[in-house]
């Protein structure tokens, strides 16, 4: 690291190396560049991302995996950009997908189809041709219907498609509802208690191998206890469809393990952590174990800068407006989440912390990403950072308002490189097309 960080972290976070943003001579930087030197250059708003946060963040996982067969398969929804799809593949990461399009970002990154595997709820048969055309590690299949036309696709290509079966465990991952993926009423996954009967329908079916299981319970989970009582299950449930005479060599484990979005609560369990808890509860089988880290990996790997625009004085409370926006940014308003928000210059030591409500321009009232934070004194013109935002911030960006798609720049040293232009306004308009009658 470059620095000490002008907020102390805790001793797990520096365990865990929480991120290479860090004050140094009084300004933030991003590894060895200045945050301001970015901006200049960029404008704002723009994500800014990490290289060695980000296979920093991998390496932990990849570590905490050693004592056994292992792929870490990056969660690619959580930011999907090809130099962080590639920065991680080279570092041997493998990759989670959820579409067609997913998939096509990981080949063009590079990875390997054997390195990819297939999750969602939705997969179409062309998805499905893609995949078995490309090549595949795995589907993780979430229903019968899905299982069935699995089936059907591999039989017309003449080739076998490897699965696991998501189950579904009824357990609380005690997160948001939201985000939260293995209790009875989730749409993921079938009922653990129907397991038997879906994999013995799977190993009657043509074209489909059997490989192993597969579990998500959901994300930002900030504690170890909901993982141990799913992974018991499936425990037991790999003891009983052994017996039942399939071979169960992998036990896909999903991801979830959460971060810290602000640095005065206590963070949450370590990478390795987890995986000895993977070892403790699933090691004895003898399975390849996978999982799949997405938020753990990215999120503090990026941050987005914005800048001042006006401080605006209501009744009662002054406003600071950004040039950032819930189009962005949409995670405050969609989850109620909470991001730290920094001055890109550091702050004296006793400077006057008065309470801001952090808004964007857009035309919502639900554009507001913070409500009476407390930040040190601001004006027009000053930049800001928030913190924790290389997960679900790029990647749900939109152009609401017309206004432009964030770009994203990422670092490496001393290094940066814009790897998401900022398309002009002409370039928005060129993507419609008129109907002939106009």
């Known amino acids: 690291m470059i620095a000490a960080p002008a907020l102390s972290a805790a001793p797990k976070e520096a365990e865990a190396g929480l991120d290479h943003f860090l004050y140094r001579d009084g300004q933030l930087y991003a590894e060895d560049v200045p945050v301001a030197e970015i901006a200049a250059t960029v404008g704002t708003p723009f994500y800014l991302y990490s290289t060695a946060t980000l296979l920093r963040h991998f390496q932990l996982f990849d570590e905490a995996l050693a004592w056994g067969p292992h792929l870490v398969c990056y969660a690619m929804k959580a930011a999907s950009n090809q130099a962080i799809l590639r920065t991680l593949a080279e570092a041997g990461a493998g990759m989670d997908v959820v579409s067609g399009g997913e998939y096509a970002r990981a080949k063009a990154a590079g990875v390997p189809g054997e390195r990819i595997v297939f999750s969602g709820v939705g997969k179409t048969r062309e998805e499905i041709r893609m995949a078995l055309e490309g ?41 948001h509802a939201k985000i939260a993926t293995g209790k009875s009423e989730n749409k993921f996954g079938i009922p653990i208690s129907r397991a038997r009967e879906v994999y013995a329908e799977a190993a009657a079916l043509p074209g489909l191998k059997v490989v192993g299981i597969d579990v998500h319970i959901g994300s930002q989970l900030t504690d170890l206890e ?91 409370r002054d406003f600071l407006i950004l040039d950032a926006a819930m189009n962005d940014l949409i995670r405050p308003a969609m989850y109620d989440a909470h991001h730290d928000i920094v001055p890109v210059v550091e702050p004296e030591a006793g400077a006057e912390q008065v309470p801001y409500d952090v808004v964007g321009p857009v035309c919502e009232s639900g554009d507001t990403f913070a409500r009476g934070r407390t930040m040190p004194t601001l004006s027009a013109g000053d930049r800001v950072v928030f913190r924790s935002a290389g997960a679900y911030g790029a990647v749900m960006s939109s152009e609401y308002n017309t206004r432009a798609l964030t770009p994203e720049v990422m670092v490496k040293d001393d290094q940066f490189a814009v790897i998401r232009p900022r398309p002009s306004f002409d370039d928005m308009i060129k993507r419609d097309t008129l109907p002939e009658w106009l």
């Open 135 to 175: 090549g595949i590690r795995q589907f993780n299949v979430e229903s019968e219907p899905e299982m069935r036309v699995i089936s059907e696709v591999a039989v017309s290509l003449g080739v076998e498609a490897p699965i696991t079966v998501r189950v579904n465990p009824d357990v609380d991952a005690r997160t």
């Open 226 to 316: 909901p993982f141990a009582l799913a992974y018991r299950k499936v425990a037991e449930l790999t003891e009983v469809l052994r017996g039942d005479g399939h071979e169960i060599t992998r036990l896909d484990l999903g991801g979830g393990l959460g971060i810290p979005y602000t640095r005065s609560n206590e963070a949450p369990p370590l990478p390795v952590e987890y995986g000895a808890l993977i070892e403790r509860e699933l090691g004895h089988l003898g399975c390849e174990i996978e999982i799949e880290p997405g938020r753990l990996i990215a999120g503090n790997a990026g941050v987005l800068v914005s800048e001042v625009i006006y401080v605006k004085q209501g009744e009662g």
